[in-house]
């Protein structure tokens, strides 16, 4: 890690540096390999946008735990970035809050890992003051009272101590962590999440940020790329940065938006555009990685959303990535990709072809 950093020193000295070895993240004691990530991430985006799916491996529209993927079944390749979903993880739970062991998707995101691939967390995280779940808005005391000094603050340690254990544990070929992107507290713009905009201050939601990394990185979790993600319903710049905890935490930026229907098209394209004409140059000014964290349509109704929307929507746009929500085994509604003989599948193949759109084999070498 600090022969990585030494080697950028250099680099910049020499005038040899460019902005992809120049690129570090947040976390000065970041792993080698989360350097690596990051820093591989930007050369990426010089080829194109990722594809990411959410739980791609582990189920799909009618299976689970079959070891294939709709998107490879219906493509013939991967995506090139998996999105992993650890709520629970904080409870000492075995599975997630989505019935996915915690073991499989460890063993997943070696996989993905070795395979060259790029991993991204989500974290749905119970709420630790009403022994309810992540969607438990009932309280607006919920941040304060687990930050230090808080009467759940023995609670929350305790929550974030099965969060780093499970953090470190994905480990690479030479036993070291796995480099994952991390992107806690999402959607905070909106009010849905116990960690939502009316349900604590300003102050205490980036207090729960710094709190958060504080601890991880005192237990030793160095192998994260942090992701900020708002909602997609802000309108300014004021909006979206008035909780950005700009304080040496954030390496990504993006949001997450969904489209509601075939109907709701227009508002869908309105709304992505005007977050990423938003987000883009904040990202420039920042120089922060834009992410498009989160989308889709559920059940995708639109045979020709993949090339009609969602491509023509972002394809001008400097993202590193952009990834679809999950296909949900077990709701046959509940899905953001196609399976085999769904309307959108051509489509998708098409979108898969583009030669800017990303899946794994494009990011391989
Ligand atoms: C939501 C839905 C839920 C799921 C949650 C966490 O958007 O897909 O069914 O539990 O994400 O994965």
Redesign the pocket.
């Known amino acids: 890690m600090k022969i990585n950093r030494l080697m950028s020193t250099l680099a910049i000295l020499s005038g040899v540096s460019s902005a992809v070895a120049d690129r570090m993240p947040a976390d000065e004691n970041a792993t080698s390999e989360a350097v690596q990530l990051l820093q591989r991430m930007e050369g990426l985006m010089e080829r194109g946008i990722m594809f990411g799916h959410q739980d791609d491996t582990v189920y799909g529209h009618d299976w689970k735990y079959d070891g294939v993927s709709d998107v490879k079944q219906v493509t013939g390749d991967y995506p090139a970035v998996f999105g992993w ?1 650890l ?1 629970n993880v904080e409870l000492g739970k075995d599975e997630n ?2 019935g996915v062991a915690f073991a499989k998707i460890r063993e997943q995101m070696e996989w993905v890992h070795a395979n060259g691939g790029i991993n991204t967390i989500s974290w ?1 995280g119970a709420n630790a003051l009403t022994g309810g779940d992540t969607w438990d808005n009932s309280s607006d005391q919920v941040v304060k009272s687990i930050l230090p000094g808080g009467d759940k603050e023995a609670e929350f340690l305790d929550q974030l101590d099965h969060l780093a254990t499970f953090l470190l544990s994905p480990r690479t070929a030479d036993g070291n962590p796995v480099p994952m992107i991390f992107r806690p507290y999402h959607e905070h713009t909106g009010s849905w999440f116990w960690w939502g905009q009316r349900l604590c201050t300003k102050d205490e939601y980036i207090a729960l940020w710094e709190h958060t990394f504080v601890v991880l990185r005192s237990k030793g979790v160095h192998n994260l790329i942090v992701a900020y993600s708002a909602a997609g319903d802000f309108e300014t710049e004021e909006e979206y940065l008035e909780r950005y905890p700009d304080n040496g935490l954030i390496d990504i930026i993006g949001f997450d938006t969904y489209q509601r229907g075939v109907r709701d098209k227009d508002r869908y394209v309105a709304a992505v555009k005007r977050g990423m004409d938003i987000v883009v140059p904040i990202g420039a000014a920042k120089d922060k990685i834009v992410i498009f964290a989160e989308t889709g349509d559920e059940s995708v109704g639109d045979p020709n959303w993949w090339t009609g929307t969602l491509w023509e929507t972002i394809k001008d746009y400097p993202l590193s990535y952009v990834l679809c ?2 296909n ?1 085994h077990d709701r046959p509604e ?1 899905f953001y990709v196609p399976f085999v003989g769904q309307a959108s599948e051509g489509d998708f193949k098409k979108f898969e072809s583009k030669k800017r759109v990303l899946f794994l084999k494009d990011v391989q070498d």
């Open positions: 979903e709520g809050l989505d749905h929500w999950r949900a509940h």
